[in-house]
């Protein structure tokens, strides 16, 4: 299916960034909606003269417009890392709720596809595992982590109303945690904080015992699912996410060995509510998009950490 300009909203993050030059690669005109708050600007400095590619500064909590037709609405704009939305728990919220709702209704007005960015976070600290898309979750609504976690099932509901009452086409994708170059250093999130430590031979701090479990998807993967995703007419939810589980401790020795590091390993206090295991079934992602993960996760981890190294933009 070709878009002809698609609305990524926190396109100048580390998943919008990404996903706004697989579009513009793709010959979609894209529109990039971004208030910056948890942007490094920076992600988006390769686009600023591309043809086709617009950007505008503002937060998706306010009604917003845009002024040509819009056959896509990609809405990627919350704070993702738990160290962010800790900082911004009442921007979260607001982001989930009334930015939702102000993406749908211009995804409405235009009569495009809408898809949401939605998270395994809506698991919790999940009772089943792997997790299908039937799985309704197990989440603290008043923990320190449920600003996020509410706002994204919150934000599923508003979707899923939405496409009832008004008939918009909309899908849902449930993203496991990816990983790849933009992910900011002291974004809070495994994979740059190990990268970052392991090149500046400090200590890798695990937290717990570092048993507990990760799927990690590599960027490309990720928004090659989320484009299948859009290209359908599914409305999900939809896992995407890798199956590969990895736990945190295994991770950190993946990565002091990638980076060819003399760094050691220190565990640190485990945060509240931090799940146990967390890894998608993703069944149905293969059999109704055709998609699954094809970055082994030393490729992705290697490519990552050449970024890093000397980041580049593209
Ligand atoms: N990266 C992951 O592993 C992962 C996993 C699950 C879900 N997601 C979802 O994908 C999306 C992007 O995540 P990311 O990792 O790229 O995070 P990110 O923080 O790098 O990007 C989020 C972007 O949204 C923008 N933003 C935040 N609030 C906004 C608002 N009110 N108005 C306009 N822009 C706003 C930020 O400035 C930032 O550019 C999020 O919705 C997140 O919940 C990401």
């Known amino acids: 299916m070709h878009f002809r300009h698609a609305v990524v909203t926190g396109g100048a993050g580390f998943l919008g960034s990404h996903l706004c030059t697989a579009l513009l690669d793709r010959g979609t005109d894209v529109t990039c909606i971004d208030d910056l708050s948890t942007a490094d600007p920076g992600n988006i400095d390769h686009l600023r003269n591309r043809p086709g590619f617009t950007v505008t500064q503002a937060s998706v909590c306010e009604a ?4 040509r037709p819009t056959d896509l609405v990609l809405h990627f704009a919350s704070p993702a890392s738990p160290a962010d939305y800790l900082r911004l ?3 979260t919220l607001e982001t989930g709720s009334l930015g939702t709702r102000n993406a749908l209704a211009l995804a409405r007005r235009h009569g495009a596809r809408f898809v949401l960015a939605s998270t395994s976070e809506v698991y919790g600290d999940p009772q089943q595992h792997p997790q299908t898309e039937t799985y309704w979750g197990h989440v603290n609504p008043v923990g320190p982590r449920s600003v996020y976690d509410e706002a994204k099932r919150f934000g599923e509901a508003l979707t899923t109303a939405e496409a009832e009452v008004h008939g918009t086409d909309t899908g849902i994708v449930r993203l496991f945690n990816t990983y790849g170059p933009r992910m900011r250093g002291y974004d809070g999130r495994a994979v740059p904080t190990f990268i970052r430590q392991a090149l500046a031979g400090e200590p890798l701090t695990v937290t717990g015992d570092g048993r507990q479990t990760r799927s990690l998807s590599y960027v490309e993967d990720t928004v090659n699912g989320v484009l ?4 359908s007419d599914l409305r999900g939810p939809v ?9 945190m ?6 990565i002091i060995g990638l980076t060819g590091s ?9 945060p509240t ?3 146990t295991v967390r890894c998608p079934d993703i069944t149905l992602a293969r059999g109704k998009l055709q998609w699954e993960p094809r970055v082994p996760a030393e490729e ?12 580049v933009a593209a």
């Open 239 to 247: 896992n995407i996410g890798n199956p590969e589980e990895v736990s």
């Open 64 to 67: 917003f417009d845009v002024a």
């Open 89 to 91: 728990p009442l921007h």
């Open 300 to 311: 992705g981890l290697a490519r990552t950490i050449a970024w890093y190294r000397a980041p």
């Open 228 to 231: 299948a995703m859009a290209g």
């Open 273 to 275: 509510d931090d799940p």
């Open 262 to 270: 003399d760094s050691a390993v220190r565990l640190v206090e485990r």
């Open 249 to 254: 401790l295994d991770l950190a020795h993946l």
